[in-house]
């Protein structure tokens, strides 16, 4: 199965906010309310910021929420920051548990 | 703390193998499903398997399917990854990774505590 399709990249201004899309089938993020965002830094492990489509980890800023349309998924963080600088990730669940990751989305804050 | 930390990574030739572990510390590691998701050099994330709290239930991406094995030892608190017949397209980080929440809460498919990660290269 092919990764779920992310743009390359994003970017915005502080302060500003921004949306990444991860896009799948009616077999992963269509078919399930199971998609994740992770937030990876350079040389670092992945954070999880959103799970299960909308739902923040605690300690994850209330600037982050998701969101799922048919078979796109959403990230938006608002009110953006210079430490949101990051690479994100999706996932969604597939079946009998395995897992499927997007692309990946290299976000700059101008 | 509540943590997970990785060993057994290193250079090996094509067409060996390796052991990784992933030791938990600060949670009832019982009672969580477990994850192994790797990186390559410069690119994304992609999940390589996945065994659940008990260990009688496993899946694998097609990947590395019949070349992998994951495991775990609820009482030494360790999960493992079995890698045979291993490829330079192996070549990697490998994070261990544990689910959300506990068996019962199905909060099963998304993995909140990772680890550094260990590097596997393989290469003649």
């Known amino acids: 199965q092919s990764a779920l399709t992310q743009p390359a990249s994003v970017s915005g201004s502080p302060g500003q906010s921004i949306t990444i899309s991860c896009t799948g089938t009616?077999?992963?993020?269509?078919?399930?309310?199971?998609v994740s965002w992770y937030q990876q830094h350079p040389g670092k492990a992945p954070k999880l910021m959103i799970y299960?489509?909308?739902n923040r980890p605690s300690g994850v800023s209330s600037r982050f929420s998701g969101s799922k349309s048919d078979y796109t998924a959403s990230l938006t963080i608002s009110g953006l920051q210079a430490e949101d600088e990051a690479d994100y990730y999706c996932s969604s669940y597939i079946s009998r548990g395995s897992l499927i990751f997007g692309g990946g989305t290299k976000l700059t804050v101008l | 703390e509540v943590q997970v930390v990785e060993s057994g990574g290193g250079l090996v030739q094509p067409g060996g193998s390796l052991r990784l572990s992933c030791a938990a510390y600060?949670?009832?590691?019982?009672?969580?499903?477990m994850y192994w998701v790797r990186q390559a050099p410069g690119k994304g994330l992609v999940w390589v398997s996945r065994?659940?709290?008990?260990?009688?239930?496993?899946t694998y991406a097609d990947s590395v399917k019949g070349r992998f094995t994951i495991s775990r030892d609820n009482a030494k608190n360790t999960l493992y990854l079995q890698m045979n017949s291993l490829r330079a397209e192996d070549t990697a980080i490998y994070y261990c990774a544990r689910a959300v929440g506990p068996t019962n809460s199905w909060l099963y498919y998304s993995m909140d505590v990772w680890g550094q990660g260990t590097t596997v290269t393989v290469s003649s």
């Open positions: 065994i659940n709290n008990d260990g009688d239930s496993t």
């Open positions: 299960d489509v909308t």
């Open positions: 600060g949670f009832t590691f019982s009672t969580y499903w």
């Open positions: 009616s077999s992963d993020i269509g078919g399930y309310n199971y």
